[in-house]
């Protein structure tokens, strides 16, 4: 059976990309924090199954909830980075974004006590226009990244971007690992998590996985966020309707279809997957 890939960015209902313009950076601090309780909740529903995934991890969080960190990584998961603060690739520029992935990878290391060769974009926001940034993650001593979706959507996206594991150049050793995709008509549709598992019946989100695993006979990168599991998270006020139905849409039914997605495949981390498979 083909193993996918688990992964949960761990960031907090405030970080969100959509919020940015309501909640500003310097309000973060006085905001409570849910994202402790709401990893040991995941943390426990992998351990049951006695499955280890990847966790892209913002320093924000991390030197907040060090002895979190730890957690996972004590119960042998994968420590991967997110990134600082939150800040997509493109509000940075190139001296900022080396600085900002060069720190977090050290912070991350110190805490975690293990190797992090990893590196997600927030909102997945390498694309056509800052594919720079691949050049300055591997000098930085990464040996992967996931930060593109080849999708369309109005925050992010690269969707002529290959489906699968690429190397955005051939001179160089950096795995870009794509959350999945799959083709339909011409099109790519989501079919790696996000507000896409909650929007969509469970039953499709499972089928789409199924077409990846067994016609195109590839492992299948899946992503969600620990607010996703906290239906009872404090409620933003002033947001748009769009806003707030991708935001709010089935957080209840987050956990229960969870439970089914781990039962119904195979999980591991993205480093056992793709980097002893490329070695």
């Known amino acids: 059976m083909i193993r996918n890939a688990m992964t949960i960015d761990v960031e907090d209902y405030f970080h969100v990309s959509a919020f940015a313009s309501h909640i500003p950076r310097e309000a973060w601090e006085n905001l409570p924090c849910r994202v402790e309780r709401n990893i040991d909740c995941i943390l426990m529903l992998l351990d049951e199954k006695q499955i280890k995934a990847t966790f892209f991890t913002l320093g924000w969080i991390a030197k907040r909830y060090v002895s979190m960190v730890r957690r996972i990584t004590e119960n042998g998961h994968e420590l991967a980075s ?3 603060e939150h800040h997509r690739v493109s509000e940075l520029g190139f001296a900022q974004f080396r600085k900002d992935i060069i720190h977090s990878k050290k912070l991350l290391e110190d805490i975690g006590g293990s190797p992090v060769w990893g590196y997600r974009a927030p909102s997945f926001s390498i694309n056509s226009q800052n594919l720079w940034a691949f050049d300055l993650l591997e000098e930085a001593g990464y040996r992967y990244s996931s930060s593109i979706y080849p999708v369309y959507h109005d925050h992010y996206g690269m969707p002529d971007a290959p489906r ?23 099109r790519n549709f989501p079919a790696g998590g996000g507000g896409y598992f909650r929007l969509w019946p469970y039953s499709v989100s499972r089928w789409f996985i199924h077409k990846v695993n067994n ?6 990168i899946f992503y969600f966020h620990p607010w ?14 769009k806003t707030r139905f991708r935001h709010y849409l089935n957080l209840d039914c987050m956990e229960k279809r969870i439970k089914l997605l781990i039962n119904d495949f195979n999980w591991g981390r993205m ?9």
């Open 82 to 84: 997110h990134g600082c």
């Open 164 to 186: 699968f594991a690429f190397y955005p150049s051939p001179t160089k050793k950096l795995l870009e690992l794509p959350v999945t995709t799959v083709s339909l008509f011409g």
């Open 215 to 220: 016609h195109d006979h590839r492992p299948a």
């Open 228 to 241: 996703e599991m906290d239906p009872e998270q404090p409620r933003q006020k002033g947001i748009s309707a």
């Open 271 to 279: 480093d056992q997957i793709f980097l002893d498979e490329a070695e």
